[in-house]
């Protein structure tokens, strides 16, 4: 799974015109973008919290239930 994670990373980096020579000359955007779809992947490994994970805000459930 990792070398899979590894070269889908390795595309997207190349989609965004991204590699590590030039890295000082990504645009925000660039980095930006990758680092969405790096945390999306980790995620999605439960490695990292997800987009609209309940935090501690939320209302216990009721005792009742």
């Known amino acids: 799974m990792e070398e899979t ?3 889908y990373l390795a595309r997207q980096a190349r989609s965004l015109n991204l590699d590590l020579p030039a890295l ?3 645009t925000p955007e660039q980095l930006r973008d990758f ?3 790096a945390l999306q992947e980790l995620a999605a490994l439960g490695l990292g919290a997800a987009e609209g994970e309940v935090g501690c805000w ?5 005792p009742q239930n």
């Open 5 to 7: 994670l590894a070269l």
């Open 24 to 26: 000082e000359e990504a």
């Open 35 to 37: 680092a969405r779809v």
């Open 58 to 62: 939320a209302v216990p459930r009721s």
